[in-house]
């Protein structure tokens, strides 16, 4: 049974870091993309971040580029989000996602098939 089990969030100043983690079993990470998502109160969930299966690749939200860092220890099942320079906007629940692909390289955006049950980010003006 797979599972993804977000940690980290919590209530920060605006300005303020944050890193969250997210642990998988149940599946060889190495073979899965892995990502990030938000969402917020009446609205869909958003992307924010993408990493490789290899870890070689990252796509970012233009809304977090340079702001936000995706990484990932496959030994550990384990891929993180450190955010930085964080603004009330980023307020959300955000999701960690898992898609298995064949390419070391593929970074999707959508499609995702495992999904964690999400961690609250709270950032305060």
């Known amino acids: 049974q797979v599972q993804l089990v977000e940690s980290g969030g919590g209530l920060v100043q605006a300005g303020g870091s944050l890193r969250l983690s997210c642990a998988a079993s149940g599946l060889t990470t190495s073979r899965y993309a892995m990502a990030w998502f938000r969402q917020t109160p009446g609205n869909e969930r958003e992307f924010v971040a993408a990493?490789?299966?290899?870890?070689?690749?990252?796509n970012y939200a233009d809304s977090v580029k340079g702001r936000f860092t995706i990484s990932r220890d496959n030994a550990k099942n384990t891929e993180y989000l450190q955010m930085s320079s964080l603004k009330p906007e980023d307020t959300a629940v955000y999701f960690c996602a898992a898609v298995v692909r064949l390419s070391r390289d593929a970074v999707p955006t959508e499609g995702y098939d495992y999904w964690g049950q999400g961690t609250q980010v709270t950032v305060s003006s």
């Open positions: 990493i490789s299966r290899s870890g070689g690749t990252t």
